[in-house]
C-alpha cells in the first residue's frame, strides 16, 4: 500500500465466492475488503480500483458506473448486509482512471487524487475564547496529532500469529489529547522565572516549568491553551475539569526533570456520551473520558507502560483491554463480531490491534460491519 490510510487504491481481486440463493450477484474478496458484485463481471487475480468505507465519491463518477442510489447521503461509500453477506466497499474498474501511462496504475496504488474521491471527515467549529475576544490562535507545534493508524482491511497481513497484541475496544466518540507540553516561544516573564530559579534558593518550584503548559484539543484542532486561552464551547475543556486532568498531568511531571521530559507528555483519548455522536450515547447520562494511549516526549509507550500511566499515575479510566496474547483471525473476529453495548441490542464499533511494544507500524482498527449498518439506519454521526 502506498499510503494505509487511502480511501481508494488500486488493489488485486483475491477471490470471487458465490453468494447462497443469489443467481445474479457474487461476492469479491478485495484485500481484506468484501463486496457484492454482478455475476461474470470480474475475475479472480485482477486490477480493480476500490473505494473504502467513507470514500466521497464524484457524482458524476458514480452516475457512470450506476452506483448514486446505493451510496450514503453525501455520496459516501457505505457497508450492507444482503442474503448474510456484507458489501463493505465499491468496486471501481480501472477503465475510469485518466488515460496515459497504464503502468503506474499498479496494485496498492493511491488513486484518490486522479479520481477526486475524498475521505469524508466531520467539520469543525471554530469558536472564540471564554472572554469573548477573538484570537489567531498558533498551534503547539509540541502538541502532536494522534497517529492516524489505518483500517486492518487496508493491510490484511499487517499481524501475524507471532505478534504478541493487546486488542482494545473502540470507542465511538470524539477524539481528545490533552498535554503538559513546551511553548512555541516563552514570555519575557517566563524568562525571567527561569533564570530566578537557577540562581536564586527558594524560588517556586513551578518557575522550573515556565517553559510548559497546559493544552486541550481534538484530534485535529488544538481548543486552547494556559497561554492563549480556551475556546468557549468546548467539551474538551469541560472533561479536562471534570477528570482534573490538568493536575494530574503536573503531578506526574514532576516526578521527572524538565531534561528528562524533553517536549512534555501528551494522553489521548475519547469523550462519549450523550450529544457527542447522534443516536450512539452508551446508555449513558452524562459525558465520559476515557484513554488509550500516551506520547512521553514524542515518543510513544508499550502498552503494559501506557496503562500503567493512565490507570495508576494519572487515574484515569483506561479503555476496555479485551485481550492480550498471541494474534489470531480467529481472537480478531471473536472481539468483532456479534458483540453488543451491555445490556442492548445495539453492536460495539469494533476494536483496535495494537502489537504491546507500541510499534506505529503495527497498529489497526477493525470495525464491526454491523455497526455500520446499524449507524446509517440511525443516523449516526462521524466517520471512522
Known amino acids: 500500500m502506498e499510503n494505509n490510510n487511502s480511501v481508494c487504491y488500486v488493489a488485486r481481486i483475491n477471490e470471487i465466492k458465490p453468494i447462497e440463493g443469489a443467481d445474479n450477484i457474487e461476492q469479491a474478496v478485495v484485500g481484506g475488503w468484501n463486496c457484492i458484485i454482478q455475476k461474470g463481471q470480474y475475475a479472480e487475480g485482477g486490477l480493480v480500483v476500490v473505494a473504502t468505507t467513507d470514500a466521497v465519491i464524484p457524482l458524476e463518477l458514480s452516475n457512470t458506473i450506476g452506483v448514486t442510489n446505493y451510496l450514503r447521503k453525501g455520496q459516501r461509500v457505505r457497508t450492507v448486509k444482503l442474503r448474510g453477506v456484507y458489501s463493505e466497499c465499491l468496486i471501481i474498474p480501472l477503465l475510469h482512471l485518466p488515460k496515459g501511462d497504464i503502468s503506474k496504475w499498479t496494485e496498492g496504488k493511491d488513486v484518490m487524487e486522479a479520481l477526486s474521491i475524498f475521505k469524508y471527515e466531520p467539520s469543525v ?48 466518540g470524539t477524539n481528545a489529547r490533552y498535554g503538559i507540553v513546551k511553548k512555541n516561544k516563552m514570555s519575557f516573564w517566563d524568562k525571567c522565572k527561569k533564570t530566578t530559579y537557577r540562581f536564586i534558593k527558594h524560588t517556586p518550584e513551578s518557575w522550573n516549568w515556565a517553559d510548559y503548559e497546559f493544552v486541550v484539543g481534538s484530534h485535529n484542532v488544538e481548543k486552547g491553551s494556559d497561554s492563549q486561552g480556551y475556546y468557549d464551547v468546548n467539551v474538551w475543556y469541560d472533561i479536562a475539569k471534570k477528570y482534573d486532568i490538568k493536575n494530574k498531568l503536573w503531578l506526574f511531571m514532576k516526578n521527572y526533570t524538565p531534561t528528562e521530559i524533553g ?52 487515574k484515569l479510566p483506561h479503555v476496555p483491554v479485551l485481550y492480550t496474547g498471541h494474534w489470531s483471525q480467529e481472537v480478531q473476529d471473536k472481539y468483532v463480531f456479534n458483540n453488543m453495548i451491555e445490556n442492548t441490542k445495539i453492536p460495539h464499533e469494533g476494536i483496535v490491534v495494537k502489537h504491546i511494544s507500541g510499534n506505529r507500524q503495527k ?22
Do not use: W
Open 125 to 172: 467549529k471554530q469558536i472564540q475564547l471564554t472572554s469573548g475576544k477573538k484570537i489567531r490562535y498558533q498551534s503547539n507545534v509540541n502538541f502532536n496529532i494522534y497517529y492516524k493508524f489505518p483500517n486492518v482491511k487496508n493491510v490484511p497481513k499487517m499481524f501475524t500469529e507471532e505478534d504478541e497484541v493487546q486488542i482494545t475496544r473502540k470507542i465511538h
Open 363 to 384: 497498529i489497526a482498527k477493525v470495525i464491526n460491519p454491523d455497526y455500520l449498518i446499524y449507524g446509517e439506519k440511525h443516523d449516526v454521526g462521524d466517520n471512522h
Open 263 to 314: 517536549s512534555g507528555i501528551i494522553i489521548y483519548g475519547e469523550i462519549y456520551g450523550p450529544c457527542v455522536q447522534k443516536n450512539y450515547y452508551y446508555g449513558l447520562k452524562e459525558l465520559e473520558f476515557t484513554g488509550f494511549d500516551i506520547s512521553f516526549d514524542s515518543e510513544y509507550q508499550c502498552t503494559e507502560i501506557t496503562s500503567f500511566i493512565i490507570k495508576n499515575n494519572l
